[in-house]
C-alpha cells in the first residue's frame, strides 16, 4: 500500500513545483537583467546589484518553494488518508465477505476460464471431503466423477461464452452421499468489464427434493386409489397436471363420487368390499362399518337368478365389463331392482386389482315401464285398427288411380294401333297419288293423324308421370342443332302467316348431356304455341347460360312472341293439366292442355322449372330452366373409334372370337364390329353350343350374354371353365344388364369383364385389346375362320335408305347417331337392322303374355331383356326404355299391384315396336 502511495503521490506535485519554478525564474532573469541594464551603467554597480538581485532571487524563489512544496504534502497527506481510510474500509468488507463465505452453508466457489478453482469455501470442502488447499488451482475432473465434471465443465463454458447467470439442478456424488443441488453461476467481471472468470453458489436441495418426491409419490399413490373408484370417469381426466392442479381434481372428483345419486362399490378381485359411497349407504340401509369388508352377496334377495351371477363372473376373470340387474333386499327387509355396470380396474402391468360396481335404483322405472307397456299395447291395438282402416281407404284410392292409368293406357294404345296403320296407308297412298289434289288431301290426313297421335303420346307421358314410373333418357348432343332443328319444324307454319323466326343463343358447350326428346319436346311445344297464337311480327327462340360449375350447367330457354297475349288471371293456370286460356266451346284455337302441364314436369325433372309472362295486345314470353351435364365431345367419340378400331386391327388381326347371342339382330350387330376390326368371327345361339365349340376348335375370346334358352351365359361360363384348355380362356360378358348384381353374378362365374349393352364400340375394341392375347401384327385382310357363320341377308327398305335414316332422326326416342356409330356409318344396314328388330320382335308380347299364363316368369323377363338389348344397341332408346321398365316389373316378386302394370307395360313395347315399323317398313330389297 505504502509503495503504491510512493510511486503514485508525488508525480503530480513534483511537476507543479518544477513548472512553478521554471516559469518564475524564466520571468526574473529576462525581467531584472533588462531592468538593471537601464538602470545601472558602471560594472561595479552592475555587479553589486547583481549580487542583491541573485539573493533576492533564492530567497523569493525559497519562499515560494516552501509554500508550494508545503501545499503539496498537505494534499498527498490527505490523499494518503482517504485512501487508507477506503483500504480500510475493503478490507473489513472483504473480511465480511470471507466470513460470510466461509460460514455459508452453501457451497460458494470461484474458478478461472480454464475451470480452475480460484475459491473454495468450507461448506464445499465438506461435500467434497478435500481441503481448500486442495481443489484450489484443480479444475472438476479432479473432483468429481466424469460424467458429472463434464456436465459441470460445461455449464461452466456456456456461462463464460455467454457472460449470463444461469440457475441449474444439479445432482453430484460428494462426501455426504448423493446430494441435489440448486446451483446458480455467473460470470466475474474486472474493472474494465472483462470476463475473467465465474463464480457459483450451491444449495444443497436434496431434503427439499426428496420431501417434494415423497409429496409427489404419495399424491400419486392417492391419485390411483381414487382413480380405482372412478373408472367409469376416467375421460374427465384427460392429462396429468402439476401436483397442486392433480390434488385438487381428485379432492373435485372424490367429492362427486361422494355426492353422485349412483351407488358406487369397489372391491377387491376376491369379492370384498373396499369402499361404498353415501349413495350406496341410503340405497341398502347398510352403514360402512357394516359393509367395508363383506361380500356384497349380503343384499341378495334370492330373486336374481343364477345364470346372472355365472355371467357376471365369467366376464369379469375374462377381463371383460358386465352390465345387468340385480334383485336386492335392503336392511330393513324391502326389495329393490338395481342396474348395475361392473368394470375390472387394472394397474399400469395390466394386472386386474379392483372391480368397481355402479348401480342405479330402477325399481320405479320397472314399474312405470310395466305401465307404459299396458298403455303401449292398448295404443298398439287403436294404430292398427286406424291403420287397417287408412290402409283400406289407401288401397281404394290406388286402385282408382291403377284404374285411370290402365284406362289412359289401354285407350292410348287401342287409338294409336290403328293411328300408326292411317299414317302408314297414308304415307303409302301419297307416294303413289297421282294428281296434286290427292296429294293435298292424303296430306291433311297425315297432319291431322300426327296430330291425334301426339295427343295419344301427351296423355300416356301424364299417366307415366302421374304414377311415378317416367324416367328421363340421357345422351350426347349440340344444343346448337336442337334449336336449329325446332326452328325448322314450326317454320313453314310460320312463314305461311308471315311470323318471321329468330334464333338468340349465348356461347354454349359444344356438347350437352341430358333428356334430347324432352327438351326438343318442350321447345317445340312452346314454339309452336307461339306459331298459334301470332298472327303477325317475329318469335324469338332464345337459349341463355345462367350457371355452370361441376360439370354442369343451367340453361334457360325462352320462347318470345309478339302475338294475342294473355290476361293475367288466366296465365297462373296455364301450367296446369287439362287448362286452357280459352276453354269454352266457342274458342278460336285447339288443344288438348297437356302441353305445358307436361313442359313444367319435364322442366322439374331435370332440377328446373317452367312459367311464362305475358301482356295482353303485345306478346308473351314462355320460358323454362333445366340443368344439364357436359358432354362428350361429339368428333372426339370417332376418332376414338377409329384408334381403337385401327390399333386393334394392327394387333390382333386375325384373332378368333366366339360371339355367344341367341338374339339374331344382336350376332349381327357384334360380327359387324368385330370383322370390321379384322377379327375371325364365329357364333354359338346359346350356351349349350357355344360349349360344344369349344370342345373342337380354339378361341382368342368369348362375348357371352347372359339371358338365353337352352344354358345362360353364367352357366355356360361355369362349364367352360371347366375345361382344362380353357381356363385361362378370356371371357367377357356382353349383356344388356348393368347392375352391380349382375356384374357380381358374372365375375363369381368366372367371367372376365363386362360390356354394357347397347355396345359402345370404342368401349368393346378397348375391351377386346385389353382381354385378347399379345400377337404378332398381321398384314392384310383378316379371313373369316372356317367356323364362322356368315351374316344373313337381311330384308331392306325400298326407299331411299338416307331418306328413312332422317326420318329416324326426327322419331322421339330414337338415337341415330348411336346405331350408325355400331354399324360404322351405313345407313343402309342401319335400316335393314331396324327393320329386322320390328318384324323379328312383333310377337314377343304374345309370347310373354303366354310365359305368364304358364307360370314361367323366368322366360318372360328373358323376353323383355334381349328385346331391351338389342334395341339399345341400335339406338331405338324408346323401345329399349319400354323393355327395360317391364323387365324391371318381372323381375320383381309377382304381386297384384306389379302385375296389373304388366299389361300397360306390354302395350307400351308393343306400341315402340310398331312406331318403329311404321318408319323404316317401306318394301323390301336385298341388303
Known sequence: MKDRIAATAPNGGALTVVLVYAVVASLWILLSDRLMGLLFTDSASLVKVSLIKGWFFVAVTALLLYALVRRLVGRISEAHRREIEALQSRQDTFNLLTAIVENSDDAIFAKDREGRYLLFNEAACRYVGKSARDVVGRDDRDIFPPDQAEILMEIGRRVLATGRTETNEETLDTALGRRSFMATKGPLRDADNAVFGLFGISRDITASTQADHALREALEEQKRSRLAALSLMEDAVAARREVEDAAMQLRQLSMAVEQSPESIAITNIAGDIEYVNEAFLRQTGYSREELVGRNPRVLQSGRTSPESYAELWSALTQGRSWKGEFHNRRKDGSDYVE???????????????????????????????????????????????????????????????????????????????????????????????????????????????????????????????????????????????????????????????????????????????????????????????????????????????????????????????????????????????????????????????????????????????????????????????????????????????????????????????????????????????????????????????????????????????????????????????????????????????????????CAAAGMNDFVVKPVDPPTLYAALLKWLPAREAASGTAKVGAGATAAKPVAGPARCAEEIVARLAQAPGMDVGRGLAVLRGKQDRLVALLRELALTHHGDMAKLAACLQTGTREDARRIAHNLKGVAAMLGANALSQAARTLEDSLRREADDRSDAELPIQMAMVSRRLDELLAIVDGGSTAD
Not at 303413289?432 to 297421335?453: I, P
Not at 327462340?541 to 290476361?567: K, N, P, Y
Not at 344439364?628 to 381403337?644: C, I, K, N, W
Not at 386391327?649 to 344382336?666: C, H, M, P, T, Y
Open 339 to 745: 342396474f348395475a355396470v361392473i368394470t375390472p380396474i387394472r394397474q399400469a402391468t395390466g394386472e386386474i386389482t379392483h372391480y368397481v360396481a355402479v348401480k342405479e335404483d330402477i325399481t320405479e322405472k320397472k314399474r312405470m315401464s310395466a305401465e307404459l307397456d299396458n298403455y303401449r299395447q292398448h295404443l298398439e291395438q287403436l294404430v292398427t285398427d286406424r291403420t287397417g282402416e287408412a290402409e283400406h281407404a289407401r288401397a281404394q284410392a290406388e286402385a282408382a288411380n291403377r284404374a285411370k292409368s290402365t284406362f289412359l293406357a289401354n285407350m292410348s294404345h287401342e287409338i294409336r294401333t290403328p293411328m300408326n296403320a292411317i299414317l302408314g296407308i297414308t304415307h303409302m297412298m301419297r307416294r303413289d297419288a297421282g294428281s296434286a289434289l290427292e296429294t293435298d288431301r292424303l296430306d291433311k290426313v297425315d297432319g291431322a293423324a300426327k296430330h291425334l297421335l301426339s295427343i295419344i303420346n301427351d296423355i300416356l307421358d301424364l299417366s307415366k308421370i302421374e304414377a311415378g314410373k317416367f324416367e328421363l333418357e340421357s345422351c350426347d348432343f349440340a344444343l346448337d342443332d336442337v334449336i336449329d332443328h325446332v326452328a325448322s319444324l314450326v317454320g313453314d307454319d310460320a312463314r305461311s302467316k308471315g311470323v318471321a323466326i329468330r334464333i338468340e343463343s349465348d356461347a354454349m358447350p359444344p356438347s350437352l348431356r341430358g333428356d334430347l326428346t324432352r327438351l326438343r319436346q318442350g321447345l317445340l311445344n312452346y314454339a309452336g304455341n307461339a306459331v298459334k297464337f301470332t298472327p303477325h311480327g317475329s318469335i324469338c327462340l332464345r337459349a341463355r347460360l345462367i350457371d355452370e360449375r361441376a360439370g354442369r350447367c343451367l340453361l334457360r330457354f325462352e320462347v318470345q312472341d309478339s302475338g294475342i297475349g294473355i290476361a293475367p288471371d288466366i296465365l297462373p293456370r296455364l301450367f296446369q293439366p287439362f287448362q286452357q286460356a280459352d276453354a269454352t266451346t266457342t274458342r278460336k284455337f285447339g288443344g288438348t292442355g297437356l302441353g305445358l302441364a307436361l313442359t313444367r314436369h319435364f322442366a322439374r325433372m331435370m332440377g328446373g322449372d317452367a312459367g311464362a309472362e305475358s301482356t295482353p295486345g303485345i306478346g308473351s314470353t314462355f320460358w323454362f330452366t333445366a340443368w344439364l351435364e357436359l358432354g362428350a365431345p361429339l368428333q372426339a367419340t370417332a376418332a376414338r373409334d377409329a384408334d381403337s378400331e385401327m390399333e386393334l386391327r394392327r394387333s390382333q388381326s386375325g384373332a378368333r372370337v366366339l360371339v355367344v347371342e341367341d338374339n339374331l339382330i344382336n350376332r349381327e350387330v357384334a360380327t359387324e364390329l368385330l370383322r370390321g376390326a379384322g377379327l375371325d368371327v364365329d357364333t354359338a345361339e346359346d350356351g349349350r353350343i357355344a360349349l360344344d365349340k369349344l370342345r373342337s376348335r380354339s378361341y382368342d375370346l368369348v362375348l357371352m350374354d347372359m339371358l338365353m334358352p337352352e344354358m345362360d351365359g353364367l352357366e355356360a361360363t361355369r362349364a367352360i371353365r371347366a375345361l382344362p384348355q380353357c381356363r385361362d380362356l378370356p371371357i367377357l360378358a356382353m349383356t344388356a344388364n348393368a347392375f352391380s348384381e349382375d356384374r357380381q353374378a
